[in-house]
C-alpha cells in the first residue's frame, strides 16, 4: 500500500473536518441572523442583503465541501482496513499488509511468521543486488520497496557501500534524512513475511543450478539486504522511539528516494513516456497505480484502472522500455513503444481479490495513462 496515512490518524483528521464543517455552519446562520436584524429600509439595504446572502452561500458551500472531504478520507480509511484482511495478504504478497504490532512482538503482523535468526555473512546478504533481488512479504511497503529496487538495479554497489555487517552479529544501513546521513542499527532476526531476499539455488557442490533455458534456478529466502533496509526503514520512519512496521505501510516512492540518497526526489502527477525516459536517464523511477473506487472518493481522478492485471495502489519500478516491434522479455510484441514496470511482489506476482497478477508488465502509453497517475524520481549516478 502507497497511498494515504495510519487509518486511525485518517479518521481523526476526517473528524476534524467535521468539526470545522460544523462551526461554519453556525457562522452562516449567525451572520443571516444578524443581517435580518438590521434595521435599514432603501436600496443600499436590497444590495447589502444580497452580497450577505451570496457570502452565507459561500460558507455554506465550504462547510458541504469539508463534510465531502471528510467523508472520503473516512471512505479512504474503511477500505485501507477492509484491504488489510484481503485474501491477498493470504498470499504473502500485497500493497496493504495486515494491522502492524510493535516488532519486539515476536508476531509482527497479527499471524505474521515469528522472526528467525539470520547468521550469513555479509556477502551472502549482498548476494543478487538488483531489482529483481527483492520479494516484498506482507508489509505494505511497496512505496519503499519499488525505490530500492530502482537503486539497486541502477547502482549495486551504491547499496553495498550503505550497507555492513557489525561485529556482534547486527547491521547497520546508512540513510538519510534532509539529505544528511544518518547509519541506522538493526538486529538480524527477520520473518519470512518480511520482505524476502531472491536468490540462485545452489548444488551440494555450491554451483548454480540452472533450468532447461539455462537460466538460473531462484528461491526466496528470508534476510538479505532487501529485509535489512526494510527492517532499517522501520528505525527511520519510527514515532516517539517505537519501531513498529505499521510506519512504513503507507507512503510513495519519492519519500523512499530521500530516505535512501541525499538527493532531492520529485513526485508528479501524470507524466507522458518522454518524461519519464527523460528522467529515468537521470536516475530511478517509480510509478503508483490509481485504484478503481478512486473516482467515487475524489471524483477529478479517473479511476480507470485494468484491474485484470495492475495491482491497485501500488507502486512499481520502473525498468525501462520496449520499443515498438521488439519482443519484451515474455515474447509479447506491440506495434507502440511500452512502458516495463516491475512489481516488488516479485517477478512471480501474486494473487489480488482472486485475480493473478503479473510480476511485470508491458503497458502501451494509453494503457498507462489509464492506470497510473504519480511519477517518483530522483537523480543519482550509476
Known sequence: MFLGAVTGTMRDHAAVLRRGAVGIDELSRSVGTAVEAVEWIGSDRERFGERAVAAVDLLVDCAR????????????????????????AVTGRASHGSEARDQDDPSILPDMAEPEPYDAAEGDAEENIGSRGVEQGRIGDCWFLAALMGIAERDPDY????L???????????MYKDGEPVEIIVD??????????????????????LD??????????????PAIYEKAAVEHRSRYGDPDYEHIETGWGDEGYEMLTPNGSEKTGEASFEEIQERLDRGPVSVASEHPEDAKL???????????????RHEYNVAGF???????????????????????????????????RSGDLY????????????????????
Open 212 to 225: 532447461d533455458d539455462g537460466v538460473p534456478i531462484m528461491e526466496s529466502v528470508s534476510g538479505g539486504w
Open 298 to 312: 475524489y471524483p477529478w481522478w479517473e479511476g480507470a484502472i485494468d484491474d485484470s492485471t495492475v495491482v491497485p
Open 65 to 88: 465541501q469539508l463534510e465531502t472531504l471528510a467523508d472520503g478520507l473516512a471512505a479512504e480509511a474503511d477500505q485501507q482496513d477492509a484491504a488489510s484482511e484481503h485474501d491477498a
Open 322 to 356: 520496449v520499443p515498438a516491434g521488439e519482443e519484451a522479455p515474455d515474447g509479447s510484441v506491440s506495434t507502440e513503444d511500452r512502458i516495463h514496470l516491475e512489481n516488488p511482489w516479485g517477478p512471480d506476482g501474486g494473487t489480488y481479490d482472486g485475480v493473478e
Open 188 to 209: 538480524s532476526e527477520f520473518s519470512a513475511d518480511a520482505a524476502n531476499h531472491r536468490v540462485p539455488v545452489r548444488d551440494e557442490n555450491g554451483e548454480v543450478m
Open 159 to 162: 547499496i553495498r557501500e550503505h
Open 164 to 174: 555492513w555487517k557489525n561485529g556482534d552479529g547486527s547491521w547497520t544501513v546508512r
Open 363 to 382: 503497458l502501451t502509453e494509453t494503457q498507462y495513462k489509464d492506470s497510473f497517475r504519480n511519477v517518483s524520481s530522483v537523480e543519482m549516478e550509476g
